[in-house]
């Protein structure tokens, strides 16, 4: 069965370097999305990307954050000067249809901002 | 924008009996609407989900019923078991944009022997 592929698992950092997530979507999909999970709490919705360009986004998702699909295959998410705060773990997902189907989750990489 | 709450943010039961989460949304163009189950460290998985033009959906122990009207929809889980355990968000997508999810604030449900 496809699944959604997120590396690395676990990214230590320290505050104020940039890090860059990393997310190989299921091969038909066409919609992608970043939602971040902070401990013990619920899951975000942080970004939207579409035909290559960012559909919508949430106030979290401030211009420390950026997105992109450079090759057609990975879907990054990069936090250009990380901050305490950002740590948390961070959701790839895609779907193949705005058709109200399921959006297929990465196994998520735990981000630690020391 | 869409907000979703969810209740109670714990559930106890005991084995065998059932469990019933329930959540409420804002957004009336909202119509899908999952469930996922969430164990320690792992990604949220979907359990069970059902569309705006439907009342109700089981899935064998696994229900979901949905009130457009009053804009709730509710998790009910029957002879719970153990690996039952979990953290349980519903979930509700914006037709705007992106379709994204808007979350609960989650049920830790344990379900004691």
């Known amino acids: 069965e496809p699944e959604v592929t997120q590396t690395p698992s676990h990214q230590v950092t320290q505050m104020g370097q940039e890090v860059i997530l990393r997310c190989v979507p299921i091969s038909n999909h066409l919609y992608f999305y970043w939602y971040r999970q902070i401990l013990g709490q619920k899951v975000e919705f942080l970004v939207s990307?579409?035909?290559?360009?960012?559909?919508?986004k949430s106030e979290i998702f401030d211009d420390q954050f950026s997105v992109e699909r450079p090759d057609g295959s990975n879907f990054t998410l990069k936090i250009r000067s990380t901050k305490l705060e950002d740590s948390a773990m961070y959701f790839c997902a895609g779907r193949d249809s705005l058709l109200n189907t399921e959006a297929f989750f990465g196994q998520g990489t735990r981000l630690t901002v020391v | 924008g869409e907000n979703v709450e969810q209740h109670p943010s714990t559930l106890s039961v005991q084995e065998g009996d059932s469990a019933v989460i329930k959540c409420t949304y804002s957004d009336s163009a909202s119509n899908y609407f999952p469930w996922y189950k969430q164990e320690l460290g792992k990604r949220p998985q979907l359990i069970i989900d059902i569309r705006s033009n439907v009342g109700e959906k089981k899935d064998q122990r696994i229900a979901v019923t949905l009130n457009k009207t009053a804009k709730h929809f509710s998790l009910h889980i029957t002879e719970t078991q153990p690996e039952d355990s979990a953290v349980y968000f519903c979930?509700?997508?914006?037709?705007?944009?992106?379709?994204?999810?808007?979350f609960g604030t989650g049920t830790q449900l344990k379900v004691e022997l």
């Open positions: 990307f579409y035909n290559n360009e960012i559909s919508e």
């Open positions: 979930a509700a997508t914006s037709t705007g944009g992106g379709n994204k999810l808007t």
